[in-house]
């Protein structure tokens, strides 16, 4: 199931501000979730309204979540 949900994810350019979804123009932002590997939490967009899923490719070091917590 996580491979058909990889799949789905569009890529989303940011240029400017960024909370209209392009696929059905809802205007109150995005929820936000996050995909993980060893190193790396990528971060994924996600429509309230229609549930599409949109990369912007923001990545978040692990190195740097580790230290917060320390």
């Known amino acids: 199931m996580e491979n058909d949900v990889e799949e789905d994810i569009k890529q989303l350019p940011i240029k400017g501000r ?10 109150d932002g995005f929820h936000v979730s996050f995909s993980s590997n060893v190193d790396k939490l990528k971060i994924i967009l996600i429509c309230p309204d229609c549930h ?6 923001w990545v978040i070091d692990r190195s740097v979540e580790q230290s917060m917590t320390e």
């Open 52 to 57: 599409a899923r949109f990369d912007p490719n």
């Open 18 to 27: 960024t909370y209209i979804c392009p696929v059905c123009s809802y205007k």
